[in-house]
């Protein structure tokens, strides 16, 4: 008698890899990442580039980038589990070195090669007006050579478009022209986050599009909360929607619903670390979740003429 040999089973299939930094107590990076995609409905894989208890504004932080090596593993590893035949995109925020750009931007272009629709989306973590740089000051550098180039979309905020093009983005104008330098190779758009702050109406902040051919200002309210981790949770929430269908506007503006919620929470409770909405906004109350939050969309430029040169098929934007 001979057993019946067991049928082969299948890999974990993500559609999501998100590869940034993890903390133990707080919601910066993977922490707020894998919750707001998992809510969408996307099953995300999660790539720690450090591992830190806390992030460094508090009086003690214990931790570190992970080595290059063991980075590079885990990413070689995913491929040889032969999980990511169904990978719909990339998610990469905080680095901890040069050294893991360069591998990061290695990996994706062996991806790249085979899905001609794999998205893939950077947010050039480097620092803000509040606190300057905080990353290794070579790591501006190595966004603009290894990653940029790679990435369908970007989403600086108004501090690491500057330091990224040395261009000054002071008003709605300046950050159009600036984010248009970095609009080569596959990328096809760019999401400014805290862009042009000194334009704002009183208690607004606004986001800005830019593409080839369109820029778009998108206006939500400011809530009186200032917790780190908006930026990772604003890119989480916009390729979300992104890959679930909407259009870039569209994205981007339910991304920033769930920021107001977000700081309207955390607001509340009076909590010193980000407190997520229950779930993220949904594409069937977006006509009344604008209103209710504040968020606008409206066209600011038109520049039909503005080449179009992408890798690969280009994205629905």
């Known amino acids: 008698m001979t057993d019946t040999p067991s049928p082969a089973l299948l890999p974990l299939r993500p559609d999501v890899v998100s590869v940034q930094s993890q903390v133990v107590y707080g919601r910066v990076g993977n922490n707020v ?3 707001t995609l998992e809510s969408l409905g996307l099953s995300v894989v999660a790539v720690p580039t450090v591992v830190f208890s806390n992030t460094p504004h508090y009086p003690t932080m214990h931790g570190g980038a992970l080595p290059v090596e063991w980075f590079e593993g885990y990413l070689q590893d995913l491929s040889e589990r032969g999980a990511l035949h169904a990978l719909r995109a990339i998610l990469a925020g905080y680095l901890g070195s040069p050294g893991q750009a ?6 994706t272009q062996g991806l790249q090669a085979e899905r001609a629709d794999l998205r893939v989306v950077i947010d050039p973590v480097m620092g803000d007006h509040d606190h300057g740089i905080y990353v290794d000051t070579d790591m501006a550098e190595a966004y603009r050579q290894l990653l940029l180039p790679l990435a369908h979309g970007l989403t600086p905020n108004g501090f690491e478009l500057a330091h990224l093009t040395g261009r000054p983005v002071d008003d709605t104008e300046s950050v159009v022209a600036a984010a248009r330098t970095l609009l080569t190779g596959c990328t096809q758009w760019i999401a400014v986050t805290s862009a042009a702050p000194d334009t704002w109406a009183h208690g607004e902040m606004q986001v800005v599009l830019v593409t080839r051919a369109q820029a778009h200002v998108i206006t939500h309210a400011r809530i009186d909360a200032v917790p780190k981790g908006t930026g990772d949770l604003f890119c989480a929430a916009l390729t979300g929607h992104w890959l679930n269908g909407a259009t870039l506007p569209e994205a981007i503006a339910r991304a920033c619903q769930t920021i107001v ?3 309207r929470h955390t ?4 909590c010193a670390e980000l407190v997520l909405p229950s779930r993220v906004a949904s594409p069937q109350a977006n006509s ?3 209103a209710r ?3 606008r969309i409206r066209q600011a430029f038109s520049e039909s003429h503005w080449s179009h040169r992408t890798c690969n098929t280009p994205l629905p934007i």
């Open 293 to 295: 939050e504040l968020v």
């Open 288 to 290: 009344q979740t604008h």
């Open 102 to 107: 360069k591998v990061l931007a290695r990996w």
């Open 261 to 263: 919620q977000a700081l």
């Open 33 to 35: 990442a894998v919750p």
């Open 267 to 270: 607001h509340n409770a009076q």
